[in-house]
């Protein structure tokens, strides 16, 4: 199993770009989430899906698009890049939203200028 | 006030050390409970699940007082490669991550 997957590693943007961060598992997990990682700020939610064509938002939704068309994907989707969203961003999944284990994926650093 | 915090240290302690996080959350409706593992530039990890009874995985002990709302983590015999930023997580059915507690250990 490859777990969680996450393309592109690195990504640099100018501001009122737009772009997909795609995520893929291979667990069968219903529950999967995007969260970002700011310095000093922990791992913030920003869209999560609790089954294919269900999705909810997080802490921080504002400037991002999810969608779940399938099990294994949950890309996630920036409308018009700002620098404010220069951040790390993981995708997790887990069997279970909120009970068990999330399993996080190697991460995309973004930056936008 | 962030629904989940942690003291980000920085912890210096000396190899074979003991270390206690400490995090407290403010959702009295949580029922998840989790410490997770987070090396510099890496994705978190799971360290271990939080029980009401308290658990011990090796030199790890975790511990619930729900009363409180309080959870710990106590590290025996630190080794080196325990540095790492530990991310205290609560919540239920959205899991909320503290802003992680940074660990050094030195020899």
């Known amino acids: 199993n490859a777990g969680v997957t996450q393309t592109p590693k690195f990504q640099v943007l100018k501001t009122g770009q737009s772009m997909t961060l795609q995520c893929a598992q291979d667990?069968?997990?219903?529950?999967m989430s995007w969260y970002r990682q700011d310095p000093g700020m922990g791992l913030r939610l920003i869209h999560y899906s609790v089954g294919a064509g269900i999705t909810d938002q997080g802490e921080v939704p504002n400037g991002y698009n999810v969608s779940r068309s399938t099990t294994e994907d949950f890309p996630l989707r920036l409308l018009s890049a700002a620098p404010s969203q220069t951040s790390v961003y993981f995708c997790a999944s887990s069997d279970r939203a909120g009970y068990n284990e999330q399993f996080f994926g190697p991460g995309t650093r973004l930056t936008v200028l | 006030r962030k629904e989940v915090e942690q003291d980000p240290g920085p912890f210096n302690v000396p190899e074979g050390a003991t270390v206690a996080f400490n995090c407290t959350y403010s959702n009295s409706a949580s029922q998840s409970f989790f410490w997770y593992r987070q090396d510099c530039r890496k994705e978190p990890k799971l360290l271990m699940s939080?029980?009401?009874s308290g658990n011990e995985d090796g030199r790890f002990t975790a511990q619930l007082n729900r009363a409180s709302q309080y959870i710990s983590l106590l590290i025996r015999d630190s080794k080196l490669s325990d540095s790492a930023t530990y991310l205290c997580v609560a919540g239920f059915q959205k899991l909320v991550f503290g802003t992680g507690t940074r660990l050094l250990v030195s020899p």
């Open positions: 939080v029980y009401s």
């Open positions: 667990m069968n997990h219903e529950y």
